[in-house]
């Protein structure tokens, strides 16, 4: 693996193996020193072209545990053209001897041209590219599901058999389509649940199921995870952009309210990327029950980009320790 641009690229033993690292990543978290030396000197450069909290702070805080440099570029705004601005910002972060580019952009293949074009020699990183992947969120997603689902001790595990429900704008969450590909290579089942406007082209191709009626998908998949996706109003002409007709009906047909909640598996958790829309695709009582992940899925965010990042950079040289080292810095 010498970037990681798609869950779609990874086999199941690439998967479980950076799940797996992010669990001995995750042992260091709860010490009271958190930092490890394994990429002392080495500089990890944040390209964000679009707007992001959880992402880019989780990206710096990994890189940072491990004792990377970090430098934040945040290029929102930018006016040049984007093929061009890409390259030429990549051709400087060459020149500046970058390590790693985690970088998120608007535009669907933006991190792919970044791997492939021949401008820079580091490992890319994918943080979010327009509709189409994101692929630390989907393994932050996973690590989630392992832990909470198989329980005790989930190393080597994949998630075999397990059903999960994703519902929401499916139309233009990279979210959606990361979790498709990796739960589908993990074994899991999973069931997209959309109004048929916020559903893509193509969506019967993907390894999965459809359908539009949430209280139904509740009541007959009987999910042990439901991820609700945010309705991506800003990728939308409009509030509602004619996908449908009010926030208000979208929440009747396809919030996660405190009914639906109640209908859920007893052992079924409630999962969402963030940010959330409160009252719209989650009602509160669903985002602060006890079975809400929400949290959680941010804490494992910053050990699975650990993994991630000490895989693509420590271990591929073989003059850098395979083994991390669990030693404080
Ligand atoms: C997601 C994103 O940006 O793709 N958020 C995230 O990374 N935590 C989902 C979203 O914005 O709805």
Redesign the pocket.
Same mark, same amino acid.
């Given at each position: 693996m010498r970037h990681l641009l798609s869950t779609a690229d990874l086999s199941r033993a690439e998967a479980i193996g950076i799940l797996d690292t992010a669990e001995t990543m995750a042992q260091t978290q709860s010490r009271q020193i958190k930092k490890l030396p394994a990429l002392r000197g080495l500089t990890v450069v944040n390209l964000f072209f679009?707007?992001?909290?959880?992402?880019r702070i989780s990206f710096e805080a990994a890189a940072k545990r491990l004792s990377a440099d970090v430098i934040n570029f945040s290029a929102k705004g930018s006016s040049v053209s984007k093929g061009e601005s890409l390259k030429d910002t990549a051709m400087t972060l060459q020149a500046m001897g970058a390590d790693a580019v985690v970088i998120?952009h608007g535009a669907s293949g933006a991190p792919h041209r970044l791997a492939r074009a021949g401008w820079i020699d580091a490992p890319v990183l994918n943080?979010?590219d327009g509709a189409h992947q994101?692929p630390t969120?989907a393994l932050l997603d996973a690590f989630t599901m392992r832990r909470r689902l198989l329980g005790g001790q989930p190393r080597g595990a994949d998630l075999a058999g397990r059903r999960v429900v994703i519902v929401g704008?499916v139309l233009?969450?990279? *979210?959606a389509r990361s979790n498709v590909d990796l739960l589908h290579t993990l074994g899991a089942q999973v069931l997209l649940v959309a109004p048929p406007t916020l559903l893509p082209v193509g969506v019967r191709a993907w390894p999965c199921q459809v359908t539009f009626d949430l209280d139904a998908a509740i009541a007959d998949f009987e999910p042990d995870a439901i991820m609700t996706?945010?309705v991506?109003r800003e990728r939308m002409s409009s509030a509602g952009g004619g996908f449908f007709p009010s926030p208000m009906e979208y929440a009747r047909r396809y919030g996660l309210d405190a009914t639906r909640v109640n209908a859920l598996p007893e052992h079924a958790i409630i999962m969402h990327?963030?940010?959330m829309n409160r009252g719209l695709e989650i009602s509160a009582a669903a985002a602060d029950s006890p079975r809400s992940t929400i949290v959680e899925? *941010?804490t494992g965010?910053v050990a699975v980009r650990m993994a991630v990042l000490y895989l693509l950079l420590a271990g591929a040289d073989p003059s850098v320790q395979t083994e991390v080292s669990l030693e404080e810095s």
């Amino acid at each position: 693996m010498r970037h990681l641009l798609s869950t779609a690229d990874l086999s199941r033993a690439e998967a479980i193996g950076i799940l797996d690292t992010a669990e001995t990543m995750a042992q260091t978290q709860s010490r009271q020193i958190k930092k490890l030396p394994a990429l002392r000197g080495l500089t990890v450069v944040n390209l964000f072209f679009e707007d992001s909290t959880r992402t880019r702070i989780s990206f710096e805080a990994a890189a940072k545990r491990l004792s990377a440099d970090v430098i934040n570029f945040s290029a929102k705004g930018s006016s040049v053209s984007k093929g061009e601005s890409l390259k030429d910002t990549a051709m400087t972060l060459q020149a500046m001897g970058a390590d790693a580019v985690v970088i998120r952009h608007g535009a669907s293949g933006a991190p792919h041209r970044l791997a492939r074009a021949g401008w820079i020699d580091a490992p890319v990183l994918n943080a979010g590219d327009g509709a189409h992947q994101h692929p630390t969120q989907a393994l932050l997603d996973a690590f989630t599901m392992r832990r909470r689902l198989l329980g005790g001790q989930p190393r080597g595990a994949d998630l075999a058999g397990r059903r999960v429900v994703i519902v929401g704008d499916v139309l233009h969450s990279r *979210v959606a389509r990361s979790n498709v590909d990796l739960l589908h290579t993990l074994g899991a089942q999973v069931l997209l649940v959309a109004p048929p406007t916020l559903l893509p082209v193509g969506v019967r191709a993907w390894p999965c199921q459809v359908t539009f009626d949430l209280d139904a998908a509740i009541a007959d998949f009987e999910p042990d995870a439901i991820m609700t996706l945010r309705v991506q109003r800003e990728r939308m002409s409009s509030a509602g952009g004619g996908f449908f007709p009010s926030p208000m009906e979208y929440a009747r047909r396809y919030g996660l309210d405190a009914t639906r909640v109640n209908a859920l598996p007893e052992h079924a958790i409630i999962m969402h990327p963030g940010p959330m829309n409160r009252g719209l695709e989650i009602s509160a009582a669903a985002a602060d029950s006890p079975r809400s992940t929400i949290v959680e899925q *941010v804490t494992g965010g910053v050990a699975v980009r650990m993994a991630v990042l000490y895989l693509l950079l420590a271990g591929a040289d073989p003059s850098v320790q395979t083994e991390v080292s669990l030693e404080e810095s």
